[in-house]
């Protein structure tokens, strides 16, 4: 199972164009069964999906799990996740955070070609304090699900460190991808972004996605991984 995350900026690019269109491009290009999704939706107001669900129809093979509490979103604070269509998701839901400022995780359990495994996508606080707080609520959260599942964690954690901070705690439970750095887009130095599998999964490979549209659609470059079976 391919899997990926992605910071997609809210759909604007290092042009300043929102462009969402672009935005599946770049997916179009990663081809994941799974992806995660951070600033997803609109800051202000209604907090509108960037990817209108007709985008969505019109380009690719993903459906969004209905993690969204407001009518117009796509995720919860930002976080979406899609699926391939053939995907069955078993269970969804929103993960609050504790936060000063709005936070969010969101998780779904999926089937897949007769496979299951839990997701977990999140974009933590930029304040290291909180990002600790927060990455013990998620492996809490996944820790008190009744049904145990191969669980896969992704996201923008924000965190600037190469071994301390939120990843220690996130460390103790999951295996890191070797993703290499994904931010800024246009000349990437640090590993915001991660993605982090449950020991019930095997990382086969896994990377940074720039290409040309890529390094051009968010100030984020997507990352990717193959999982199988531990």
Same mark, same amino acid.
């Given at each position: !199972?391919?899997?990926? #995350?992605?910071?997609?900026?809210?759909?604007?690019?290092?042009?300043?164009?929102?462009?969402?269109?672009?935005?599946?491009? /770049?997916?179009? &290009?990663?081809?994941?069964?799974? $992806?995660?999704?951070? &600033?997803?939706?609109?800051?202000?107001?209604?907090?509108?999906?960037?990817?209108?669900?007709?985008?969505?129809? &019109?380009?690719? @093979?993903?459906?969004?799990?209905? /993690?969204?509490?407001?009518?117009? #979103? !796509?995720?919860?604070?930002?976080?979406?996740?899609?699926?391939?269509?053939?995907?069955?998701?078993?269970?969804?839901?929103?993960?609050?955070?504790?936060?000063?400022?709005?936070? +969010?995780?969101? *998780?779904? @359990? /999926? *089937?897949?070609?007769?496979?299951?495994?839990?997701?977990?996508? !999140?974009?933590?606080?930029?304040?290291?304090? %909180?990002?600790?707080?927060?990455?013990?609520?998620?492996?809490?959260? /996944?820790?008190?699900? #009744?049904?145990? !599942?191969?669980?896969?964690? *992704?996201?923008?954690?924000?965190? %600037?460190?190469?071994?301390? +901070?939120?990843?220690?705690?996130?460390?103790?439970?999951?295996?890191?991808?070797?993703?290499?750095?994904?931010?800024?887009?246009?000349?990437? $130095?640090?590993?915001?972004?991660? $993605? *982090?599998?449950?020991?019930?999964?095997?990382?086969?490979?896994?990377?940074?996605?720039?290409?040309?549209?890529?390094?051009?659609? #968010? @100030?984020?470059?997507?990352? %990717?991984?193959?999982?199988?079976?531990?």
């Amino acid at each position: !199972m391919k899997v990926a #995350s992605y910071n997609i900026h809210k759909g604007i690019g290092s042009d300043r164009r929102r462009s969402p269109e672009r935005i599946l491009e /770049v997916l179009c &290009e990663i081809d994941a069964d799974v $992806i995660v999704l951070q &600033e997803a939706d609109r800051r202000l107001g209604r907090r509108v999906q960037v990817i209108e669900p007709r985008l969505l129809d &019109e380009h690719g @093979d993903w459906k969004a799990a209905p /993690v969204g509490l407001r009518a117009a #979103s !796509m995720g919860w604070h930002g976080n979406a996740i899609l699926v391939r269509r053939s995907a069955t998701i078993l269970a969804c839901e929103p993960i609050h955070l504790p936060a000063l400022e709005p936070r +969010g995780a969101a *998780m779904a @359990d /999926v *089937m897949l070609d007769g496979a299951s495994i839990r997701v977990v996508g !999140m974009h933590l606080d930029l304040s290291g304090l %909180w990002r600790r707080r927060q990455a013990r609520a998620i492996v809490a959260h /996944v820790d008190s699900c #009744s049904r145990v !599942m191969p669980t896969v964690l *992704m996201g923008d954690l924000n965190e %600037w460190s190469a071994g301390s +901070g939120c990843l220690r705690d996130f460390a103790r439970d999951y295996r890191f991808a070797p993703t290499g750095p994904s931010f800024h887009a246009r000349r990437p $130095i640090g590993r915001l972004d991660r $993605i *982090m599998a449950s020991p019930r999964l095997r990382i086969v490979e896994a990377g940074v996605h720039s290409s040309a549209t890529a390094r051009r659609a #968010s @100030d984020h470059l997507p990352i %990717w991984a193959t999982l199988a079976p531990a």
